[in-house]
Nanobody
Framework: QVQLVESGGGLVQAGGSLRLSCAASGRTFSNYAMGWFRQAPGKEREFVGAINRSGGSTYYADSVKGRFTISRDNALNMVYLQMNSLKTEDTAVYYC??????????????????WGQGTQVTVAS
C-alpha cells in the first residue's frame, strides 16, 4: 500500500502559476505509475496528466497540454505538477493517484489504486 499527500494548492490569479507536490510513502515508489486528476464542483473527476514509472513518459489531457508539466523524483518519492498560464476553468480540487497495475502513464482513473486527499486550486479572474 502507498499513502499519498498533496500540497501546494492555493489561490492564484489567472495567468499565474502553481506547483503541486505529492509525497508518497509506503511501498517502492518507482513501482507505481502516477497520475493527477481534478474535480470541480458539480463535475466528475477528470484526468489531468500522468507519468510512467521511470518518469520517461508523460501524457496530458488536451485541456492542459502545453501549460502543465508532470515530473517525478523516485529518489525522493515525489511527483509534481507544474501549472502555468492558469485559467479560471482550472479551478478544482487536484488529486494525486498511484497505479500499481500499469507501467505507463494512464488516463483511466480506474487504473489507479491509491489516491491522496486532494488540494484545492482556485484561479481568480
Amino acid at each position: 500500500q502507498v499513502q499519498l499527500v498533496e500540497s501546494g494548492g492555493g489561490l492564484v490569479q489567472a495567468g499565474g502559476s502553481l506547483r503541486l507536490s505529492c509525497a508518497a510513502s509506503g511501498r517502492t515508489f518507482s513501482n507505481y505509475a502516477m497520475g493527477w486528476f481534478r474535480q470541480a464542483p458539480g463535475k466528475e473527476r477528470e484526468f489531468v496528466g500522468a507519468i510512467n514509472r521511470s518518469g520517461g513518459s508523460t501524457y496530458y489531457a488536451d485541456s492542459v497540454k502545453g501549460r502543465f508539466t508532470i515530473s517525478r523524483d523516485n529518489a525522493l518519492n515525489m511527483v509534481y505538477l507544474q501549472m502555468n498560464s492558469l485559467k479560471t476553468e482550472d479551478t478544482a480540487v487536484y488529486y494525486c493517484a498511484a497505479s500499481q497495475r500499469r507501467t505507463y502513464a494512464s488516463a483511466n482513473r480506474n487504473d489507479y489504486d491509491y489516491w491522496g486527499q486532494g488540494t484545492q486550486v482556485t484561479v481568480a479572474s
